[in-house]
């Protein structure tokens, strides 16, 4: 009896060995996550750099869950994003933690992201001069005090140009030629970022509209989908 309890043992032994070798084997390396914003802002963070301390107040700057705008689906909810930039920059930005990588791994993240915007699509206009820019980064992105001006912490690039951790998916026009609301598709295409998790194998993804001109934005995130393929 005993010794058909050992062989039991060890045939279970090695079926659940074979069942966990399967399991890490069949371990999709492409992961997607989709923000819709129907129930509630998905833990998405909403921030804003490059600006004088002394600005802030009148700089107003929001984020909130909303309805899109009507002539778009009022029915709908999105994360709307609003601030005035005084100056020559401002960068807003939203942010999400994701965690459960694996820390040996490189992943590449690429974006798709749908926005609500009322720029008129024409030459030389302000939604040509907003940049929106989408990547990823080790370290959660902040915003950084330094004599009296808020810098960014991650490298997002010149307002015009990628930076190593963030990449312009494209301007804000809205692909027609008069000022209403439209939904538009941006994505990362080709240049998408590359990004190690950190010792506990978590990421930061951030979306932003780095601004060059005095101008208040509303912008509506309708969706942003973010795909990340290990390396």
């Given at each position: 009896?005993?010794?058909y309890?050992?062989?039991a043992?060890?045939?279970?032994?090695?079926?659940?060995y074979?069942?966990?070798?399967?399991?890490r084997?069949?371990v999709?390396?492409?992961?997607t996550?989709?923000?819709?914003f129907?129930?509630?802002?998905?833990?998405?963070?909403?921030?804003?750099?490059?600006?004088?301390?002394?600005?802030t107040?009148?700089?107003?700057?929001?984020?909130?869950?909303?309805s899109?705008?009507?002539?778009?689906?009022?029915?709908?909810?999105?994360l709307?994003?609003q601030a005035t930039?005084?100056?020559?920059?401002?960068?807003l930005?939203?942010?999400k933690k994701?965690?459960?990588l694996?820390?040996e791994k490189?992943y590449?993240?690429?974006f798709?992201?749908n926005?609500g915007?009322?720029?008129?699509d024409?030459a030389?206009?302000?939604?040509?001069?907003?940049?929106?820019?989408?990547?990823a980064?080790?370290?959660?992105?902040?915003?950084i005090?330094?004599g009296?001006?808020y810098?960014?912490?991650?490298?997002?690039?010149?307002?015009n140009?990628d930076?190593?951790?963030m990449?312009?998916?494209?301007?804000v026009?809205?692909g027609v030629?008069?000022?209403?609301?439209?939904l538009?598709?941006?994505?990362?295409s080709?240049k998408?970022i590359s990004?190690k998790?950190?010792?506990n194998?978590?990421?930061?993804?951030?979306v932003?509209e780095?601004?060059?001109?005095?101008?208040?934005?509303?912008?509506y995130?309708d969706?942003?989908k973010?795909?990340?393929?290990?390396?």
């Open positions: 009896m005993k010794k309890l050992t062989w043992k060890l045939v279970l032994l090695l079926s659940l074979g069942c966990s070798g399967e399991k084997n069949d999709n390396p492409v992961r996550m989709i923000s819709e129907e129930d509630d802002t998905e833990d998405w963070i909403g921030d804003y750099a490059l600006y004088n301390r002394s600005d107040t009148k700089i107003a700057f929001l984020m909130e869950r909303d899109l705008p009507a002539t778009i689906d009022s029915l709908k909810f999105s709307k994003m930039n005084l100056n020559d920059s401002m960068f930005f939203l942010k994701i965690i459960g694996n820390p490189t590449n993240v690429s798709d992201i926005i915007t009322n720029y008129p024409l030389n206009a302000t939604g040509r001069k907003i940049s929106l820019k989408a990547g980064s080790a370290t959660e992105p902040v915003k005090l330094n009296g001006y810098n960014l912490s991650i490298k997002k690039g010149l307002w140009v930076g190593s951790e990449a312009i998916l494209g301007d026009t809205n030629g008069k000022v209403v609301y439209q538009v598709n941006r994505n990362s080709s998408n990004v998790p950190d010792a194998g978590a990421i930061w993804i951030c932003g780095d601004v060059s001109e005095s101008v208040k934005t509303i912008l995130y969706n942003i973010v795909t990340l393929t290990e390396q």
